[in-house]
T-cell receptor, first 111, second 118 residues
Framework: DAKTTQPPSMDCAEGRAANLPCNHS???????VYWYRQIHSQGPQYIIHGLKNNETNEMASLIITEDRKSSTLILPHATLRDTAVYYCIVRTSNTGNQFYFGTGTSLTVIP | GAVVSQHPSWVICKSGTSVKIECRSLDFQATTMFWYRQFPKQSLMLMAT?????????EQGVEKDKFLINHASLTLSTLTVTSAHPEDSSFYIC??????????????FGEGSWLTVV
């Protein structure tokens, strides 16, 4: 039931910005885009979420296209500890508030 | 620090026995909790939505009689794997949804529980 498409893997040099894309072409007007990451053998960690405006917090920035059909998570200065699987999730608009995970992007930060 | 805690972190049980995993929200009351299962090198699969004081809602293909979910209080949900078999060995993860717009209406995940059935 996941409604997002992400590249399976990406590499990024340490200290550089990591830009992780996500396609969600069927997103509805009231559905949010959430980003989580999962480091091996741990529970997912919340990163950021947004509706239509770009968002920034201490961890990352989220850029959502004007038509909302895609978004990009930006880690401004990737470190080795950012190596993880990153999941882009469109939150369902029904009353259940479920989060369905897609396959995610495995990001490897290279020294 | 963690706002959702799971216990145990890992458990080994014999085939045919039952095992219970607890999920607690530590600093908010969660009327809704979710249970996921994750096999190695795969994504998280939503198993069920647990609502306090009512029966859980199971995803298609998840056996409700095998995976018993109880959400008796606003801070505790439990998952019991009954008559466990080796194919039930997996990483089980819970998450909790704060009420209203608390914490940006974001769900928070526990650390996960590794189950190995031998």
């Amino acid at each position: 039931d996941a409604k997002t498409t992400q590249p399976p893997s990406m590499d990024c040099a340490e200290g550089r910005a990591a830009n992780l894309p996500c396609n969600h072409s069927t997103i509805s007007g009231n559905e949010y885009v959430y980003w989580y990451r999962q480091i091996h053998s741990q529970g997912p960690q919340y990163i950021i979420h947004g509706l239509k405006n770009n968002e920034t917090n201490e961890m990352a920035s989220l850029i959502i296209t004007e038509d909302r059909k895609s978004s990009t998570l930006i880690l401004p200065h990737a470190t080795l500890r950012d190596t993880a699987v990153y999941y882009c999730i469109v939150r369902t608009s029904n009353t259940g508030n479920q989060f369905y995970f897609g396959t995610g992007t495995s990001l490897t930060v290279i020294p | 620090g963690a706002v959702v805690s799971q216990h145990p972190s890992w458990v080994i049980c014999k085939s045919g026995t039952s095992v219970k995993i607890e999920c607690r929200s530590l600093d908010f009351q969660a009327t809704t909790m979710f249970w996921y299962r994750q096999f190695p090198k795969q994504s998280l699969m939503l198993m069920a939505t647990s609502n306090e004081g009512s029966k859980a809602t199971y995803e298609q293909g998840v056996e409700k009689d095998k995976f018993l979910i109880n959400h008796a209080s606003l801070t505790l949900s439990t998952l019991t794997v009954t008559s466990a078999h080796p194919e039930d060995s997996s990483f089980y993860i819970c998450s909790a949804l704060p009420p209203g717009t608390v914490r940006g209406n974001t769900i928070y995940f526990g650390e996960g529980s590794w189950l190995t059935v031998v």
